[in-house]
């Protein structure tokens, strides 16, 4: 089958270069019916463009001034959100401000606008959803209920306020929550997972002198796990002249015992996985954390309190935990 489209000049108007086309669809090499006259973008409005302007509205800070020369426009979704058959254009504006924990004003930006520049509405992200790189906050759009208009989903968080073109606000959630790096207490005694953060310097809680990191833009060790079974994760770094490779462990007393993460079969794949790419963390397929109390890690993956299932066998039994080998050997 062969399709396409053709156009044809269909006229000039008078004093200026504007041309009207018809457009029409070709198929198996027979020209279907020409659409009505439309005019070229470039020549909108008397304006000799080759493109069409859809102008954007400032960047407002949280005290309502101006902060647009912050603000970037960035991605953009397209979906028709009124039900009009137009496009609206849903950009977001990431603010290089919205990093720095000691200003409390200027914050990430998604807006949307329509085909003639009408902004319908904007929203301040604010100051929990600015850790890590943009694509945290991407937006999807959608007619998930099938009525003609579409949704817009995205990624919010505590502080997030949406602004409608009446001067109205919305506001999500606690407006005082504020997890930026400078509010972050590590205790590397407890049960939480610590970060490695090489490259912000907030948060230290330890500098590993003459050594340095691998893959200079994304800066990581050489590996980074449990590798001393006490189920807590260390470090393997190698020396800045490359004669040594140095093993850095926690030297902080803890009080939870729990089974070593080499027993999670996910975070015992992890651990191997770093061997052959970008080596990054392992996580266990539990959550390990406290959360309204500790959570307490699975049992450790062994024959005890379990009944062993050969390949080729039978399982007789509900009640029991089972260990299913996947091949002959069940010893």
Not at 58 to 64: E, F, T
């Amino acid at each position: 089958m062969q399709s396409g489209l053709t156009a044809s000049n269909y006229a000039h108007t008078s004093g200026n270069a504007n041309s009207v086309y018809e457009v029409a669809a070709v198929v198996r090499g027979v020209e279907q019916e020409k659409c009505a006259p439309v005019k070229r973008w470039e020549h909108i409005d008397g304006a000799n463009n080759p493109y069409w302007s859809i102008p954007v509205k400032p960047a407002y800070d949280r005290n309502g001034k101006d902060a647009s020369s912050h603000y970037a426009l960035n991605d953009v979704s397209v979906a028709d959100l009124t039900g009009d058959g137009k496009m609206e254009f849903i950009v977001k504006r990431p603010c290089d401000a919205a990093g720095d924990p000691a200003q409390k004003i200027m914050y990430h930006h998604v807006d949307c606008y329509d085909m003639e520049g009408n902004q319908l509405w904007w929203i301040d992200m604010g100051p929990n959803m600015i850790g890590g790189p943009d694509e945290q906050w991407d937006v999807v759009t959608f007619d998930w209920d099938m009525d003609g208009k579409a949704e817009v989903l995205f990624r919010a968080a505590d502080g997030t306020v949406i602004h409608y073109p009446d001067g109205s606000t919305y506001e999500i959630g606690n407006m005082t929550v504020d997890t930026r790096w400078a509010g972050i207490e590590y205790t590397p005694s407890g049960i939480e997972r610590e970060c490695i953060v090489l490259k912000s310097g907030r948060g230290r809680i330890f500098t590993s002198y003459g050594c340095k990191m691998n893959n200079w833009t994304k800066n990581q060790p050489c590996f980074s796990g449990d590798i001393m079974g006490d189920w807590r994760e260390e470090l393997v770094l190698r020396a800045g002249d490359n004669t040594e490779l140095r093993i850095y462990p926690t030297t902080i007393p803890t009080e939870y015992r729990i089974p070593t993460l080499w027993h999670d079969h996910q975070y015992h794949q992890g651990m191997m996985w770093q061997c052959m790419g970008y080596n990054q963390p392992a996580h266990t397929s539990f959550f390990l954390g406290e959360l309204e109390g500790i959570t307490q890690a699975p049992p450790p993956l062994i024959n005890t309190d379990r009944t062993m299932v050969a390949n080729g066998g039978q399982i007789t039994t509900t009640d029991d935990h089972l260990l299913v080998a996947p091949d002959e050997d069940a010893t």
